[in-house]
């Protein structure tokens, strides 16, 4: 049977936070470095690896020891990381049923990962890093896009949602969400959408020079750049595959004034998803 190409499915997700929502651009990005140390168990060291470092005074454990003969495994984070405070409500993003709540004994730490196939065999998504006493929703039951499912827990030291969406590839496997069933995809455009949506669209007044254009990358994302005299903050437009005709438009619009010499006008949503940015809604020559 020939392979047959797979394209991410087209969701208008609801947002897992009140927005407007935060990517812990630092770590928390989709396909972050996450080295984990390994042991070698049964198997012979290898000529070269990467031997794990001795973690630093200040963040070791009391009698924590690194296991001897261990290496670095070098993982990537297939989810993403939106900043939060404990307490925060936690929505499902999509209508489906509810597969697998986890809740640590002491009720401190709980995952939910939801369905959203009616025939069990589609798209999953999982949220990780929740209040395990606060989860209000238990395995079987349905849910629709937007509904409360939890509070954001006071576990990690720095309270955060992991959102995470996995296709599945193996339905017939009783865990079809696990790692060795689905693959991971990347949240990261559906919920940057989501998070522009839910802002207001605001006006920059007068026209403004454009001073400078450019290409930056943050958090693995490329974003068309335009700087103008009077914006306190840069016009980001993304430059994800396949960009839009309108992501175009607007890029030449800023492109062809700095050229011209020409102000522009602009109508813009004030973005901190990516750091705190301007989202061009639209541009126009003056």
């Given at each position: 049977?020939?392979?047959?190409?797979?394209?991410?499915?087209?969701?208008l997700?609801?947002?897992?936070?009140?927005?407007?929502?935060?990517?812990?651009?630092?770590?928390?990005?989709?396909?972050?470095?996450?080295?984990?140390?390994?042991?070698?168990g049964?198997?012979?060291?290898?000529?070269?690896?990467?031997?794990?470092?001795?973690?630093?005074?200040?963040?070791?454990?009391?009698?924590?020891?690194?296991?001897?003969?261990?290496?670095?495994?070098?993982?990537?984070?297939?989810?993403v990381?939106?900043?939060?405070?404990?307490?925060?409500?936690?929505?499902?993003v999509?209508?489906?049923?509810?597969?697998?709540?986890?809740?640590?004994?002491?009720?401190?730490r709980?995952?939910?990962?939801?369905?959203?196939?009616?025939?069990?065999?589609?798209?999953?998504?999982?949220?990780?890093?929740?209040?395990?006493?606060?989860?209000?929703?238990?395995?079987g039951?349905?849910?629709?896009?937007?509904?409360?499912?939890?509070?954001?827990?006071?576990?990690?030291?720095?309270?955060?949602?992991?959102?995470?969406?996995?296709?599945?590839?193996?339905?017939?496997?009783?865990?079809?969400?696990?790692?060795?069933?689905?693959?991971?995809?990347?949240?990261?455009?559906?919920?940057?959408?989501?998070?522009?949506?839910?802002?207001?669209?605001?006006?920059?007044?007068?026209?403004?020079?454009?001073?400078?254009?450019?290409?930056?990358?943050?958090?693995?994302?490329?974003?068309?750049?335009?700087?103008?005299?009077?914006?306190?903050a840069p016009?980001?437009?993304?430059?994800?595959?396949?960009?839009?005709?309108?992501?175009?438009?607007l890029?030449?619009?800023?492109?062809?004034?700095?050229?011209?010499?020409?102000p522009?006008?602009v109508?813009?949503?004030?973005?901190?998803?990516?750091?705190?940015?301007?989202?061009?809604?639209?541009?126009?020559?003056?």
């Amino acid at each position: 049977m020939p392979l047959q190409p797979v394209h991410a499915p087209q969701l208008l997700l609801a947002p897992p936070l009140l927005p407007p929502l935060v990517l812990r651009t630092e770590n928390g990005f989709f396909g972050a470095k996450r080295p984990a140390i390994g042991a070698f168990g049964d198997c012979e060291p290898c000529n070269r690896f990467e031997e794990p470092p001795d973690p630093e005074p200040s963040r070791r454990d009391p009698g924590e020891r690194r296991p001897a003969g261990g290496y670095v495994k070098h993982q990537l984070h297939e989810a993403v990381d939106l900043e939060g405070e404990a307490g925060d409500c936690v929505f499902a993003v999509y209508t489906g049923r509810v597969v697998e709540v986890e809740r640590s004994p002491d009720g401190v730490r709980g995952d939910v990962t939801i369905d959203h196939h009616p025939l069990g065999a589609g798209l999953v998504s999982r949220y990780l890093h929740l209040e395990g006493a606060s989860i209000c929703v238990e395995e079987g039951e349905s849910v629709t896009k937007g509904d409360l499912i939890a509070q954001l827990g006071s576990g990690p030291a720095d309270p955060h949602l992991h959102v995470e969406l996995r296709i599945v590839l193996d339905p017939s496997d009783r865990r079809f969400w696990s790692d060795r069933n689905s693959v991971a995809l990347d949240p990261t455009r559906l919920l940057y959408r989501v998070e522009g949506d839910a802002l207001p669209v605001l006006s920059a007044g007068a026209a403004s020079a454009v001073t400078s254009i450019g290409v930056e990358t943050v958090a693995h994302v490329p974003f068309f750049r335009a700087d103008t005299a009077d914006a306190p903050a840069p016009y980001r437009i993304p430059l994800y595959e396949p960009s839009t005709e309108h992501e175009r438009g607007l890029a030449a619009v800023f492109t062809k004034a700095l050229e011209l010499g020409r102000p522009v006008e602009v109508d813009y949503r004030d973005s901190v998803f990516f750091g705190p940015h301007r989202v061009p809604v639209s541009t126009r020559l003056a």
